[in-house]
Protein backbone atom coordinates (compact mmCIF):
# COMPACT_ATOMS: atom_id res chain seq x y z
CA UNK A 1 0.00 0.00 0.00
CA UNK A 2 1.27 3.22 -0.67
CA UNK A 3 2.04 5.79 1.83
CA UNK A 4 0.01 9.12 -0.13
CA UNK A 5 -2.64 7.78 -2.82
CA UNK A 6 -4.28 9.96 -5.36
CA UNK A 7 -6.71 9.89 -7.58
CA UNK A 8 -5.07 9.60 -10.79
CA UNK A 9 -6.68 11.72 -13.20
CA UNK A 10 -6.18 13.61 -15.55
CA UNK A 11 -9.17 16.26 -14.44
CA UNK A 12 -10.66 18.41 -16.76
CA UNK A 13 -13.05 20.87 -15.39
CA UNK A 14 -14.84 23.85 -17.58
CA UNK A 15 -13.95 26.99 -16.34
CA UNK A 16 -15.87 28.32 -13.36
CA UNK A 17 -16.53 25.10 -11.90
CA UNK A 18 -15.18 23.54 -8.62
CA UNK A 19 -12.35 21.14 -9.04
CA UNK A 20 -12.65 18.91 -6.29
CA UNK A 21 -8.85 16.67 -5.76
CA UNK A 22 -8.61 13.72 -3.79
CA UNK A 23 -5.99 12.13 -0.99
CA UNK A 24 -5.77 9.10 0.90
CA UNK A 25 -2.69 8.07 3.15
CA UNK A 26 -2.00 5.36 5.45
CA UNK A 27 -0.53 6.59 8.78
CA UNK A 28 -3.21 7.07 10.80
CA UNK A 29 -0.88 9.19 13.62
CA UNK A 30 0.57 11.68 10.42
CA UNK A 31 -0.20 15.30 11.79
CA UNK A 32 0.71 17.40 8.57
CA UNK A 33 -0.70 17.58 5.32
CA UNK A 34 0.22 19.95 2.37
CA UNK A 35 -0.99 20.53 -1.39
CA UNK A 36 1.49 21.73 -3.74
CA UNK A 37 0.79 23.02 -7.37
CA UNK A 38 3.28 22.19 -9.92
CA UNK A 39 3.16 23.70 -13.08
CA UNK A 40 4.68 21.76 -16.17
CA UNK A 41 8.91 22.55 -15.84
CA UNK A 42 8.64 24.26 -12.82
CA UNK A 43 9.25 23.35 -9.45
CA UNK A 44 6.48 22.78 -6.44
CA UNK A 45 4.45 25.39 -4.91
CA UNK A 46 3.20 25.37 -1.45
CA UNK A 47 -0.84 26.39 -1.54
CA UNK A 48 -2.25 25.08 0.96
CA UNK A 49 -1.22 23.43 4.34
CA UNK A 50 -3.71 22.01 7.05
CA UNK A 51 -3.28 20.23 10.33
CA UNK A 52 -6.71 19.78 11.99
CA UNK A 53 -10.09 18.40 11.25
CA UNK A 54 -12.24 19.79 9.54
CA UNK A 55 -12.03 23.00 6.34
CA UNK A 56 -9.51 25.56 6.03
CA UNK A 57 -10.24 28.16 2.92
CA UNK A 58 -7.76 30.44 1.14
CA UNK A 59 -9.12 31.99 -1.65
CA UNK A 60 -10.72 29.62 -4.07
CA UNK A 61 -9.21 26.97 -2.21
CA UNK A 62 -10.17 24.92 0.73
CA UNK A 63 -8.41 21.65 1.91
CA UNK A 64 -11.03 19.85 3.93
CA UNK A 65 -9.10 17.04 6.60
CA UNK A 66 -10.77 13.74 7.76
CA UNK A 67 -7.93 12.33 9.98
CA UNK A 68 -10.74 9.40 10.74
CA UNK A 69 -11.14 8.47 7.34
CA UNK A 70 -7.46 9.26 6.77
CA UNK A 71 -8.95 11.67 3.86
CA UNK A 72 -7.22 14.80 2.95
CA UNK A 73 -8.84 16.46 -0.50
CA UNK A 74 -8.78 19.97 -2.25
CA UNK A 75 -11.67 21.99 -3.53
CA UNK A 76 -10.66 24.64 -6.34
CA UNK A 77 -13.62 26.99 -6.94
CA UNK A 78 -14.65 29.33 -9.77
CA UNK A 79 -11.26 26.94 -11.36
CA UNK A 80 -9.28 28.97 -14.11
CA UNK A 81 -6.83 28.36 -17.28
CA UNK A 82 -4.20 29.04 -14.73
CA UNK A 83 -5.25 27.03 -12.23
CA UNK A 84 -4.36 24.06 -14.94
CA UNK A 85 -1.36 22.24 -13.55
CA UNK A 86 -0.34 19.27 -11.08
CA UNK A 87 -1.38 18.58 -7.86
CA UNK A 88 0.58 17.08 -4.98
CA UNK A 89 -0.19 15.80 -1.89
CA UNK A 90 2.38 15.43 0.64
CA UNK A 91 1.58 13.80 4.52
CA UNK A 92 3.81 14.25 7.54
CA UNK A 93 4.65 10.66 8.42
CA UNK A 94 4.40 10.39 12.11
CA UNK A 95 7.43 8.35 12.97
CA UNK A 96 10.03 10.45 11.45
CA UNK A 97 8.07 13.63 10.33
CA UNK A 98 9.44 12.91 6.20
CA UNK A 99 7.22 14.14 4.01
CA UNK A 100 5.84 11.44 1.43
CA UNK A 101 4.55 12.75 -1.55
CA UNK A 102 1.28 11.38 -3.40
CA UNK A 103 1.93 10.67 -7.14
CA UNK A 104 0.01 14.08 -8.18
CA UNK A 105 -2.79 14.58 -10.17
CA UNK A 106 -3.24 16.84 -13.16
CA UNK A 107 -5.85 19.29 -13.88
CA UNK A 108 -6.77 20.80 -16.68
CA UNK A 109 -9.48 23.90 -16.93
CA UNK A 110 -10.90 24.33 -20.34
CA UNK A 111 -12.23 27.65 -21.35
CA UNK B 1 12.43 37.80 1.44
CA UNK B 2 13.97 36.01 -1.39
CA UNK B 3 13.32 32.34 -1.91
CA UNK B 4 15.31 28.94 -2.19
CA UNK B 5 17.89 29.33 -4.94
CA UNK B 6 19.59 26.24 -6.29
CA UNK B 7 22.59 26.49 -8.57
CA UNK B 8 23.08 25.04 -11.46
CA UNK B 9 19.95 25.17 -12.88
CA UNK B 10 21.03 22.58 -15.76
CA UNK B 11 23.84 20.46 -15.64
CA UNK B 12 24.98 18.06 -18.19
CA UNK B 13 27.38 15.10 -17.03
CA UNK B 14 28.40 12.03 -18.65
CA UNK B 15 28.34 8.32 -16.85
CA UNK B 16 30.87 7.64 -14.12
CA UNK B 17 31.29 10.93 -13.38
CA UNK B 18 30.31 12.96 -9.93
CA UNK B 19 28.32 16.26 -9.63
CA UNK B 20 27.62 18.94 -6.66
CA UNK B 21 24.58 20.61 -6.40
CA UNK B 22 24.08 23.81 -4.01
CA UNK B 23 20.59 25.07 -1.72
CA UNK B 24 20.79 28.24 -0.29
CA UNK B 25 17.38 28.18 1.79
CA UNK B 26 15.07 31.31 2.27
CA UNK B 27 16.75 33.49 5.01
CA UNK B 28 15.83 32.27 8.91
CA UNK B 29 15.12 28.66 7.07
CA UNK B 30 17.73 25.93 9.06
CA UNK B 31 15.88 22.60 7.26
CA UNK B 32 17.16 22.13 4.05
CA UNK B 33 15.81 19.20 2.15
CA UNK B 34 16.49 17.43 -0.98
CA UNK B 35 14.16 15.51 -3.47
CA UNK B 36 14.79 13.52 -6.93
CA UNK B 37 11.96 14.11 -9.38
CA UNK B 38 11.37 11.64 -12.16
CA UNK B 39 8.07 11.17 -14.57
CA UNK B 40 8.27 7.51 -13.07
CA UNK B 41 8.83 7.89 -9.91
CA UNK B 42 7.63 11.09 -9.10
CA UNK B 43 8.93 13.37 -6.14
CA UNK B 44 11.11 10.87 -3.63
CA UNK B 45 12.72 11.76 -0.40
CA UNK B 46 16.64 12.37 -0.62
CA UNK B 47 17.80 13.67 2.74
CA UNK B 48 16.93 16.59 5.35
CA UNK B 49 19.38 18.27 7.24
CA UNK B 50 18.84 20.83 10.03
CA UNK B 51 21.52 22.91 11.67
CA UNK B 52 24.21 21.27 9.72
CA UNK B 53 23.21 17.42 10.97
CA UNK B 54 21.43 15.29 9.17
CA UNK B 55 18.03 14.48 9.96
CA UNK B 56 16.92 11.87 7.84
CA UNK B 57 17.44 9.84 4.94
CA UNK B 58 15.60 8.05 1.81
CA UNK B 59 15.86 4.98 -0.10
CA UNK B 60 18.53 6.23 -2.24
CA UNK B 61 22.00 4.62 -2.56
CA UNK B 62 25.66 6.02 -0.53
CA UNK B 63 26.25 7.26 -3.96
CA UNK B 64 24.01 10.31 -3.08
CA UNK B 65 25.29 12.41 -0.14
CA UNK B 66 24.77 15.59 1.28
CA UNK B 67 25.78 18.40 3.78
CA UNK B 68 24.85 21.80 5.26
CA UNK B 69 27.16 24.30 6.70
CA UNK B 70 26.52 26.91 9.26
CA UNK B 71 25.01 29.39 7.31
CA UNK B 72 22.34 26.83 6.53
CA UNK B 73 23.14 26.49 2.73
CA UNK B 74 23.37 23.19 1.42
CA UNK B 75 25.30 20.89 -1.17
CA UNK B 76 24.16 17.13 -2.00
CA UNK B 77 26.66 15.22 -4.09
CA UNK B 78 26.10 12.34 -6.63
CA UNK B 79 29.28 9.93 -7.40
CA UNK B 80 29.98 7.91 -10.24
CA UNK B 81 26.75 9.17 -11.47
CA UNK B 82 24.27 6.64 -13.76
CA UNK B 83 21.76 7.11 -16.59
CA UNK B 84 18.99 6.88 -14.12
CA UNK B 85 19.91 9.71 -12.08
CA UNK B 86 18.91 11.88 -14.60
CA UNK B 87 16.61 14.08 -13.14
CA UNK B 88 15.28 17.27 -11.47
CA UNK B 89 16.77 17.53 -8.27
CA UNK B 90 14.78 20.01 -6.27
CA UNK B 91 15.64 21.48 -2.76
CA UNK B 92 13.49 22.73 -0.15
CA UNK B 93 13.94 24.65 2.72
CA UNK B 94 11.85 25.51 5.71
CA UNK B 95 11.77 26.84 9.25
CA UNK B 96 12.06 24.03 11.39
CA UNK B 97 11.84 20.36 10.33
CA UNK B 98 10.04 19.87 7.28
CA UNK B 99 7.38 17.71 8.63
CA UNK B 100 6.26 19.89 10.68
CA UNK B 101 6.82 23.33 9.08
CA UNK B 102 5.65 24.64 5.58
CA UNK B 103 8.25 24.01 3.02
CA UNK B 104 8.89 25.77 -0.10
CA UNK B 105 10.76 24.70 -2.94
CA UNK B 106 13.80 26.04 -5.22
CA UNK B 107 13.47 25.63 -8.81
CA UNK B 108 15.59 22.58 -9.29
CA UNK B 109 18.56 21.61 -10.99
CA UNK B 110 17.79 19.36 -14.25
CA UNK B 111 20.69 17.23 -14.41
CA UNK B 112 20.77 14.89 -17.65
CA UNK B 113 23.43 11.75 -17.76
CA UNK B 114 24.46 10.97 -20.98
Known amino acids: QKEVEQNSGPLSVPEGAIASLNCTYS??????FFWYRQYSGKSPELIMF????GDKEDGRFTAQLNKASQYVSLLIRDSQPSDSATYLCAVSRSNDYKLSFGAGTTVTVRA | KAGVTQTPRYLIKTRGQQVTLSCSPISGHRSVSWYQQTPGQGLQFLFE???????NKGNFPGRFSGRQFSNSRSEMNVSTLELGDSALYLC?????????????FGPGTRLTVT
Open chain 1, 50 to 53: IYSN
Open chain 2, 49 to 55: YFSETQR
Open chain 1, 27 to 32: DRGSQS
Open chain 2, 92 to 104: ASSLGHSGSYEQY
